[in-house]
């Protein structure tokens, strides 16, 4: 926890350093999907690609959002029931570029969406009790899309699923 709070303290205080460097999306998101290939496996659920060979590349600190893409994709697979997928996609379009981490879990209740970045915010109330968490995970996504230049966002449907996306700008 202590890591995390110096983390966003770095990102207020606009002092996050960033290694920027020329990575294609589709890279960034089989790298993720490979490293949680394993544990998707063993819930059961299916993780799935989806992005073109050519999309415009983003100048990014690949360990940042490996970092951000990490976080995401665990929140997704904790929620998506056995038997489900959590898809993986980057699409480009006038010069940004969008990755998205979509589940098809039960969704966070429409009156909690707006707080999930949120410092120490848990949606499931029932998560602080286990002590496995800071509550800090989206508040550090959002922050380093943010010192990357992006916006982030969230869509949910209870029942439905929810899907985190990413906006950040093609070089």
Known sequence: MIEDLRTLSLADAGELKLRREPVQPRTLIERTAAAF???AGQQGVTLEVRASESLPSLNVDPERIAQVLANLTSNALRYAPEGSIVTLAAYGANGMVDIRVC????????????????????????RS????????GLAIVKS???AHGG??????ERGQGTTFIIHLPAI
């Open 37 to 39: 290939e394993g544990t």
């Open 103 to 126: 589940d098809q879990g039960p969704g966070i209740p429409a009156e909690k969406v707006a707080h999930v970045f949120e410092r120490f915010y848990r949606a499931d109330a029932s």
């Open 129 to 136: 009790q286990q002590g496995d968490e800071s509550g800090l």
């Open 144 to 146: 380093i899309v943010e």
């Open 151 to 156: 916006t982030i966002a969230v869509e949910s």
